[in-house]
């Protein structure tokens, strides 16, 4: 049995290694395409000053890259490589990265992101490339969770204090069974989970001496997930 756990837990990594090449490639490739992209769009602005046809297509192409450009920026945080000293991190920053990441879904769903006072005032001290994509995995989870409630009131809500921080949503609550199986790998009640992102959470926090757990709810919620240093 250890052995067969032993070998799905291989494969799982050398398909995480893949993905994580992949997605490196990809960022070095388009780094240096968007920086040609960038200079062909700045000539045809040029162009566009004395063009009055030009001036709406070079706007559209403009907004349409600047999109895409933004998109290709949030990779950055998410790569050891820049990040690899300690830092205070503010807990503005991660939230500013989240909206900018989830914006398009939040709106259509109708889902708000808030944050309290005592979340806006504290920081948190690690790698940016640990922290951001276990804050990307657990409201990425709340969405699609408030997604599938009848809530009218759809809300994601980030609170931290003396001794972590929470993020908090108010979708569908989760089975007593499952409080600890979700941490499991491949465990996940999505439709075509693959039920691996708050288990490898859990060990990249494990690995820099922080903790993750399902919490007790905080007010109006019906799931709460907490960070916290060991």
């Known amino acids: 049995s250890e052995l067969e756990v032993l070998r799905e837990r291989l494969q799982t990594d050398i398909e995480l290694s893949q993905l994580g090449l992949a997605v490196g490639i990809i960022h070095h490739e388009f780094s240096g395409t968007i920086r040609s992209i960038r200079r062909s769009i700045s000539d045809l602005g040029a162009w566009s ?5 030009l001036e709406k297509v070079y706007k559209n192409i403009k907004i349409n890259f600047e ?3 933004g998109y290709l920026n949030l990779f950055t945080p998410l790569n050891r490589r820049l990040y690899r000293k300690k830092e205070d991190i503010r807990l503005l920053d991660i939230k500013t990265f989240l909206i900018d990441l989830f914006k398009v879904r939040l709106e259509r769903h109708n889902i708000s992101l808030k ?3 005592g979340f806006g005032k504290r920081n948190i001290f690690g790698f940016r490339s640990t922290f951001y994509p276990v804050f990307v995995n657990i409201v990425d989870n709340a969405i699609y969770w408030l997604n599938q409630s009848d809530s009218s009131d759809k809300v994601i809500r980030l609170h931290a204090d003396d ?3 929470y993020i908090s949503n ?3 609550s989760i089975n007593p069974q499952d409080k600890e199986r979700i941490f499991d790998m491949h465990f996940s009640r999505k439709i ?3 039920g691996m992102g708050l288990s490898i959470s859990r060990e990249v ?3 820099e001496g922080y903790s993750l757990c399902l919490d ?4 109006n919620s019906t799931v709460t997930f907490k960070i916290f240093k060991k």
Do not use: Q, Y
């Open 49 to 53: 000053d004395v063009n009055e046809n």
């Open 115 to 117: 944050h309290t006072k």
């Open 205 to 207: 926090l494990d690995a």
């Open 170 to 172: 108010n979708g569908i």
């Open 192 to 194: 075509n989970g693959r």
């Open 216 to 219: 007790e709810p905080r007010d």
């Open 67 to 69: 999109h895409l450009d």
């Open 163 to 165: 001794s972590g921080v």
